[in-house]
């Protein structure tokens, strides 16, 4: 029998300790940014780099303004609806911002806007994970590594000023809202709250010499079949069985009793992700401010309560996928809202948005029966097919 020698087990115990914090939501190790590779470019002349104020409605504007010239010719984009956008970006009314140190920034050249980026410092996120983290967001860009390396650049002076010895991106502003880049699948529209940008970006930012910290997938699913077939009927029996024995029960949200409904998600959320990879702990000023905006588009039949001896215990929520009705460029007024009000209600896919379960009932396969409970489900109103991301 061979002992471990101290040098041996000081390395294993750090390993474990790297495995539990990554599984416990600390970001992986990812490439840095420096040495400059050769492809980043580092001359900027005829790049325009102009600081905006989102505090104010012309500089909101012309911020989202930026991305109806990128995608003018993409037959696949969706617009965000820029009611909601203004709201969003809006420091006034957005608890976010709270947390924030932002600078936000518009590009141009010739006078005319070609590109746009936030980038931001979030204390709440460097509290929680004791790191100096800085990240960006809001990235829209031409195709053009000479306009996209001067903005990106210009955020790393901005983060390295606050004391950020890594950038993360793209964050807006962080997991609690969108983020990722879209790396495959460009064929066709994006899905309710889902990122969406040009195929393009990726060599931006790896020409600059960003790396991947994390890959973040979606599945597709059919189920206008409903539970038929081998796989499907198994876990239909399994999760029939998990239901029994761990006495299950299910509801939807209640719009009537809304306000507290909120409240339960609420601490179910702070239970359920704490953990998960990037996680940001969300006030629940915050928390209400965005829920807000799902309350006018869910389908309450879809937002499930997973309840055992009628004690919450896990949350579900599929989201109807109204980009499907939405105006192209975002705008329902004067005339797309009438459309929009009318037709939402009648899409035919959806979104599984989120998903978790307390500490306390994990491992017990509640999952499994959450998933069949939201086939059937919406099976019954009417939406055969969507995605689980």
Known sequence: MQLESPETAKERDEELDDREAYRFGKPPEVPSIEPAPETRQTEYSGVELRAIDLAKRSDRTAFIDVADGIYASDPHYIAPLRMHLMKFLDPAKNPAFKNLELRAIIAYVGGKPVGRMTAHVDRNYNE???????????????????????????????????????????????????????????????????????????????????????????WWIEVENGLTGKNRERINRIAEKIRKREGINFRHVSLQDAAREKERIFDIYLAAWQ??????????????????????????????????????????????????????????????????????????????????????????GLESVMFVETVLRANAIGIHRGEIG
């Open 128 to 218: 929680y994970h004791q790191s100096k983290s800085g990240f960006f967001g809001w990235f829209e860009c031409i195709d053009d590594k000479k306009v996209a390396h001067a903005m990106i650049s210009d955020g790393v002076e901005f983060l390295r000023g606050r004391g950020a010895e890594e950038m993360y991106g793209p964050m807006n502003f962080s997991t609690n809202h969108q983020c990722g880049l879209l790396v495959e699948n460009f064929d066709r529209p994006p899905f309710v709250e889902e990122t969406y940008n040009l195929s393009y970006y990726e060599a931006l930012f790896t020409s600059y010499g960003f790396g991947k910290a994390k890959d973040l997938l979606v």
């Open 275 to 364: 953990k998960n990879w990037g996680f940001v702990p969300i006030s629940k000023e915050e928390f209400m401010f965005l829920a807000a905006d799902l309350e006018m588009v869910l389908i309450p039949e879809l937002f499930l309560f997973a309840e055992v001896e009628g004690k919450p215990v896990g949350f579900c929520g599929t989201l109807p996928n109204i980009n499907e009705v939405l105006p192209r460029d975002g705008r329902l007024f004067p005339f797309a809202w009438w459309r929009f009000l009318t037709k939402r209600k009648k899409v035919k896919t959806a979104r599984l948005y989120t998903l978790g379960v307390i500490p306390e009932y994990r491992k017990r």
